[in-house]
């Protein structure tokens, strides 16, 4: 692995892709995706539909997502609309956004397996609402 290598792949927005997506560094997708997405980083142009889970250390949605998504840090632009449930560590929601879904900070489903109620959780998770 070579360190500071930037490299990223782009779904153009005439690309339809049918399938799991992975990518090992940045993924722009302007495109379709009918499938999960796991990479290291997302984003997502306002053209852009993806119906199926994604997984990301970070993502900026900005088009349609019709499935869950998981990101440490997650950005949710105003043109962005999701149909699922959505987990993060940090996250960020322009106003006029439309998530029709949960929330909930990562970890908190996997950590407890039993339906208890912790007192108080080791870091507490940030929410930014945005102008």
């Known amino acids: 692995?070579?360190?500071k290598n930037s490299t990223f792949s782009v779904i153009g927005s005439d690309v339809t892709i049918k399938g799991d997506v992975s990518a090992s560094t940045e993924l722009h997708v302007d495109g379709a995706i009918e499938g999960d997405i796991t990479c290291a980083s997302l984003v997502q142009g306002e053209s852009s539909v993806i119906d199926g889970a994604i997984k990301a250390e970070s993502a900026r949605m900005a088009g349609t997502l019709t499935g869950?998504?998981?990101a440490r840090e997650l950005v949710i632009l105003k043109?962005?609309?999701i149909r699922g449930d959505v987990q993060y560590d940090a996250l960020t929601i322009e106003q006029g956004a439309q998530v029709e879904g949960r929330f909930?900070?990562?970890g908190s489903q996997?950590?407890?397996?039993a339906k208890s109620k912790s007192a108080g959780s080791e870091e507490e998770p940030k929410?930014?609402?945005a102008n």
Do not use: D, K
């Not at 996997?110 to 397996?113: A, K």
């Open 79 to 81: 043109s962005a609309r």
């Open 1 to 3: 692995m070579s360190s």
């Open 104 to 106: 909930a900070p990562q």
């Open 127 to 129: 929410l930014i609402v």
């Open 68 to 70: 869950s998504i998981t």
């Open 110 to 113: 996997s950590s407890s397996p």
